[in-house]
């Protein structure tokens, strides 16, 4: 039997909590917001991107009311884990303004979620950001010919979270 996606990324392999969940259908509150969130499990880490749309108005690092339900599904994810785990919080941009400032928003938007969690009782030795600006892109900012790609912009703002499993 498999363990259910919660059990994987705590590091637990219990058949009986895997078998409760293929009787009763129901997910835990560690599956949803994995699941919610779109989470990777890559190797040793569980990576998280949040839309920068979602947590940030447009060329702001305050985070938005709004975006409290996704950072509570990121909050129950990093509490499953045991409290040893390191967080890395990567800010990016697209490239709409100069490198210098989209390198300083991407720092104030990592060092915002990083806040949000240490005021919830995450540790602040357990974090550690960085920001990237515009130098991580994962789609063009640009169609080939030169012309604005907004959907690509919109999938280059983001956070990403990287949680190191123990």
Excluded: C
């Amino acid at each position: 039997m498999t363990p259910s996606p919660s059990a994987e990324i705590s590091g637990q392999n219990s058949e009986f909590s895997s078998s409760e969940s293929s009787i009763s259908g129901a997910f835990s509150p560690v599956d949803r917001a994995l699941q919610d969130l779109g989470a990777s499990v890559v190797g040793n880490e569980i990576r998280i991107d949040l839309p920068a749309d979602i947590l940030f108005d447009f060329d702001q690092s305050t985070i938005r009311s709004d975006a409290n339900a996704a950072l509570q599904k990121l909050l129950t994810i990093i509490n499953a884990q045991a409290s040893s785990s390191k967080i890395q919080i990567e800010g990016h941009t697209d490239a709409i303004a100069d490198d210098n400032y989209n390198q300083k928003l991407s720092e104030r938007r990592a060092n915002a979620v990083k806040s949000w969690l240490i005021d919830r009782g995450i540790f602040s030795t357990r974090l550690t950001t960085q920001g990237f600006g515009e130098s991580r892109p994962v789609a063009p900012n640009t169609k080939p010919d030169g012309s604005d790609r907004p959907t690509g912009r919109q999938k280059n703002r983001r956070v990403q979270v990287t949680i190191q499993r123990s």
